[in-house]
């Protein structure tokens, strides 16, 4: 079937040695609206030639025929346009051999002594097929809804289960490791929420970072959010940000900006091109204003996640600068327009196995 156009004209081969049955099969046919494209074939050299170009819609065939039958005209269709509707247009056709047509797959049949039911039949045939082909469309877009949705639910389970491993070999204590591990599984929840209001397409960067803010009550008093270009995210890519910025403001809350009343945080972004002259996005966050920062003497799991989510995810990288007046973060990664291939995180594999 070529598409799915009412008013496109429908493409009709005809299977016919009588150059006169042809020429009446024709006549019929132009009451057609709008009036068909015909190729007319009277051999099986020249049907077998039309079946190899494509683009038919509809074939008609004669039953009895010099060099080769009906039937075998059919199983040959069959085999090569297998969704195309067949019509037996034939002098004589009997009960028998009608259902053993129809046994073949073939879609109707039309006595020549009745050519005023040609037409009908036709138009028949092609909603029929139309129906089918729109039937599978709608089966084939279910099976990749499943698969997209076994796809990110694998994925997002493997992270689960890799940040309730890492969280607990970090956590100094009972109840630090619940609210730590509540608190990322909550980042990850509205990050999927915020998808899901756009339908899993792409997610405004502004949304991100206001919504991994509000998981923070009191937070965004003391936030600055610099207003930069319009940047839609990906799915991958906003799901991975949503727990980066997350794990930032967490460490904010607990040593950082805003774990007194006078730090401030301000969140900038731009864009910019990398050497190939593909678009980069270029995120800076700042702490201003806090107690004292420095350096942990040893790298724990907030950290070890913020860099490998963004160079493992978003084949990114994160600066984190551990400055005595504030924490300060730049990240850097590719932009991309919203795919099939971006369904979510593919697990990133907080454990160290995975390489990039």
Same mark, same amino acid.
């Given at each position: $079937?070529?598409?799915?156009?009412?008013?496109?004209?429908?493409?009709?081969?005809?299977?016919?040695?009588?150059?006169?049955?042809?020429?009446? #099969?024709?006549?019929?046919?132009?009451? !057609?609206?709008?009036?068909?494209?015909?190729?007319?074939?009277?051999?099986?050299?020249?049907? $077998?030639?039309?079946?190899?170009?494509?683009?038919?819609?509809?074939?008609?065939?004669?039953?009895?025929?010099?060099? +080769? @039958?009906?039937?075998?005209? !059919?199983?040959?269709?069959?085999?090569?346009?297998?969704?195309?509707?067949?019509? +037996?247009?034939? /002098?004589?056709? &009997?009960?028998?051999?009608?259902?053993?047509?129809?046994?073949?797959?073939?879609?109707?049949?039309?006595?020549?002594?009745?050519?005023?039911?040609?037409?009908?039949?036709?138009?028949?045939?092609?909603?029929?097929?139309?129906?089918?082909?729109?039937?599978?469309?709608?089966?084939?877009?279910?099976?990749?809804?499943?698969?997209?949705?076994?796809?990110?639910?694998?994925?997002?389970?493997?992270?689960?289960?890799?940040?309730?491993?890492?969280?607990?070999?970090?956590?100094?204590?009972?109840?630090?490791?619940?609210?730590?591990? $509540?608190?990322?599984?909550?980042?990850?929840?509205?990050?999927?929420?915020?998808?899901?209001?756009?339908?899993?397409?792409?997610?405004?960067?502004?949304?991100?970072?206001?919504?991994?803010?509000?998981?923070?009550?009191?937070?965004?008093?003391?936030?600055? #959010?610099?207003?930069?270009?319009?940047?839609?995210? @990906?799915?991958?890519?906003?799901?991975?940000?949503? $727990?980066? =910025?997350?794990?930032?403001?967490?460490?904010? !809350?607990?040593?950082?900006?805003?774990? @007194?009343?006078?730090?401030?945080?301000?969140?900038?972004?731009?864009?910019?091109?990398? &050497?190939?002259?593909?678009?980069?996005?270029?995120?800076?966050?700042?702490?201003? /204003?806090?107690?004292?920062? *420095?350096?942990?003497?040893?790298?724990? +799991? &907030?950290?070890?996640?913020?860099?490998?989510?963004?160079?493992?995810?978003?084949? &990114? *990288?994160?600066? =984190? @600068?551990?400055?005595?007046?504030?924490?300060?973060?730049? #990240?850097? +990664?590719?932009?991309?327009?919203?795919?099939?291939?971006?369904?979510?995180?593919?697990?990133?594999?907080?454990?160290?196995?995975?390489?990039?």
């Amino acid at each position: $079937m070529h598409g799915f156009d009412l008013n496109a004209p429908a493409r009709i081969l005809i299977l016919e040695d009588s150059a006169l049955d042809a020429e009446l #099969i024709m006549q019929q046919l132009k009451t !057609l609206s709008p009036p068909p494209a015909i190729r007319c074939a009277s051999n099986r050299a020249g049907f $077998m030639e039309a079946l190899e170009g494509g683009g038919t819609d509809v074939i008609l065939a004669d039953f009895s025929l010099p060099d +080769f @039958d009906g039937m075998t005209a !059919l199983e040959l269709a069959r085999q090569r346009l297998p969704e195309t509707p067949f019509i +037996f247009v034939s /002098g004589v056709l &009997g009960e028998e051999a009608a259902i053993e047509s129809f046994r073949h797959g073939a879609t109707d049949y039309v006595l020549k002594q009745r050519l005023i039911r040609l037409p009908a039949a036709v138009e028949r045939a092609l909603a029929e097929a139309r129906e089918k082909a729109e039937r599978r469309r709608g089966e084939q877009h279910r099976e990749l809804l499943v698969r997209e949705l076994s796809h990110r639910v694998k994925n997002t389970m493997a992270m689960v289960m890799s940040i309730v491993r890492r969280t607990a070999g970090s956590a100094d204590t009972v109840e630090s490791y619940i609210e730590t591990l $509540m608190g990322r599984l909550r980042a990850m929840a509205d990050a999927h929420a915020l998808l899901f209001e756009t339908n899993w397409n792409e997610a405004g960067l502004r949304d991100v970072i206001e919504r991994a803010f509000a998981a923070h009550p009191g937070c965004l008093d003391r936030v600055t #959010i610099v207003p930069g270009p319009q940047t839609p995210l @990906d799915p991958r890519a906003a799901l991975s940000l949503s $727990m980066v =910025l997350n794990e930032l403001a967490t460490n904010a !809350l607990r040593h950082g900006a805003l774990s @007194d009343d006078r730090g401030e945080i301000e969140v900038a972004w731009q864009r910019e091109t990398d &050497g190939g002259g593909r678009p980069r996005l270029v995120l800076t966050w700042r702490e201003r /204003g806090g107690p004292a920062v *420095s350096a942990p003497v040893a790298e724990r +799991f &907030g950290t070890t996640l913020i860099r490998r989510t963004i160079a493992y995810e978003l084949m &990114g *990288s994160a600066t =984190l @600068d551990f400055a005595e007046d504030g924490l300060a973060c730049t #990240i850097r +990664f590719p932009l991309q327009s919203a795919s099939a291939e971006a369904l979510g995180p593919s697990a990133a594999d907080l454990s160290g196995t995975r390489r990039g």
